[in-house]
């Protein structure tokens, strides 16, 4: 092997991963001649060394999740909600730890392989540039990776770690007492080992799935047939028109349920008193205190604060259609239902069928529908154990745990539930749109 200029002749890449891996930068500094970067990754574990004794501390008390101190003031004990937050910030920080280990192990084989090549060594306005070239991605991406672990993965971890303590009332509510790991023991509660409880959870997560199933087709078809209507629709006061339908989706839906949940009580709601006085009923109607009529309702109202999306969205879709194809086809002999069904809707669902998908994760989790027009009633046989309702979904029956009964472990192993099923869902769906395929559709 020809020798490079700057390396010793027996320095072989084994020896600079080596020495990289001993301690960040060693290799960069005495063997690389990369002083700047060297002292960079030098300084990262540096500071990770002074802060190993913290480190060592909250990992321990993540572990525990500290002690019961009941001759303590109830502000000096252990708080272990405190305790484990702390843990898995300090897991996040170790992630990055060693995710800086492997940059600056990986970065000293990639400067040695680049010497090797050019039978020299890099210079410094070399390692300058380079951190305008190579390593401006990591550099560029490195903040929002930080705020992505800490906002986004660090809650999530937090909340799924919750489903395997004890954290609930009135035992275990921090800081007057300490919470524990009980392992699986919440999940075997909710799946199996409590008929109530696993009654509730089968109940709600049925409707759950029928509830964004319903939600997400009726609204998309509603826009979807309203959009078909007004682009091929004569009167020349359409454009004047939509506007009207955009008018439900444009008001807060916090405010549109809520009207609309005063307007539908069954004792003085405007919908039955009106009803009433024309002569139509002769009693109130249970709009909201039946479950399957108020499961009707939460649908049909919905629909009506929803379909304005769609029909912006399929409108949009329709734009790039060509009009010679509608003339040939009408040449052709096709009506307008066959029209719609071979040129309209496949256009509008290869444009669309992402956002559908979304709409149906967003209806699971659709809290404001239920919860402002319902609030999760009709009153169910085990609604008072469980606190679920006739018409609660998955999202808002972890709502009434934590804020009724603060039972936080069993709202957390719903969470995890709703996470598990609807991840893999979500990626696998995507990846098989056309949308995301090369080729026609």
Excluded at 398 to 424: D, E, G, H, K, Q
Aim: charged share 10%; hydrophobic share 55%; net charge positive.
């Amino acid at each position: 092997m020809d020798s490079v200029i700057g390396l010793h002749p027996r320095l072989t890449k084994k020896h600079v991963t080596i020495v990289s891996a001993l301690f960040m930068g060693l290799a960069h500094v005495f063997l690389l001649r990369q002083y700047i970067k060297g002292v960079f990754f030098a300084a990262v574990e540096l500071l990770f060394i002074g802060f190993l004794p913290f480190i060592i501390r909250k990992i321990n008390d993540l572990i525990t999740l500290g002690y019961p101190q009941p001759e303590l003031h109830i502000t000096q004990r252990d708080n272990s909600l405190f305790m484990l937050i702390d843990g898995v910030v300090v897991i996040a920080v170790l992630g990055l730890f060693f995710a800086a280990y492997l940059i600056s192990v990986r970065s000293a084989r990639l400067i040695y392989d680049e010497a090797q090549a050019m039978k020299r060594l890099p210079g410094a306005k070399a390692s300058l540039r380079d951190i305008g070239g190579r390593s401006f991605p990591i550099i560029a991406l490195a903040p929002t990776i930080v705020m992505l672990l800490f906002f986004v993965v660090v809650p999530l971890v937090f909340s799924a770690a919750v489903a395997f303590t004890n954290w609930s009332a009135p035992d275990n509510i921090p800081p007057a007492a300490t919470i524990d790991w009980v392992g699986v023991d919440n999940f075997v509660h909710m799946f199996g080992g409590d008929a109530t409880w696993t009654g509730a959870v089968g109940r709600v997560a049925l409707w759950t799935v029928s509830w964004a199933a319903l939600a997400t087709f009726t609204c998309y078809f509603g826009g979807l047939i309203i959009a078909v209507v007004l682009n091929d629709s004569g009167f020349k006061g359409v454009k004047k028109l939509r506007p009207l339908f955009i008018l439900p989706y444009a008001i807060p839906a916090v405010i549109s349920m809520l009207v609309w949940s005063n307007m539908l009580n069954g004792a003085f709601g405007t919908v039955n008193r009106t009803l009433m006085e024309l002569g139509i009923i002769t009693q109130s109607i249970p709009w909201l205190s039946d479950v399957w009529l108020a499961r009707f309702v939460v649908v049909t109202i919905n629909l009506w604060a929803g379909f304005p999306y769609f029909m912006l969205l399929s409108t949009g879709a329709m734009t790039s259609i060509p009009g010679d194809i509608y003339e040939a086809a009408g040449i052709d002999g096709a009506n307008k239902i066959q029209q719609f069904r071979h040129i309209t809707l496949p256009t509008v669902l290869y444009q669309t069928t992402p956002l559908i998908i979304l709409s149906f994760t967003h209806n699971i989790n659709n809290f404001g529908a239920i919860f402002f027009l319902t609030g999760g009633d009709p009153v169910m046989p085990d609604s008072t154990t469980t606190s679920a309702g006739g018409t609660d979904i998955l999202v808002t029956w972890i709502y009434n745990l934590t804020i009724n009964l603060r039972r936080y472990n069993l709202a957390s192993v719903i969470a995890v539930m709703i996470f598990v099923a609807l991840a893999p869902f979500a990626i696998w769906s995507f990846r098989r749109t056309k949308s995301f395929k090369e080729g026609d559709f």
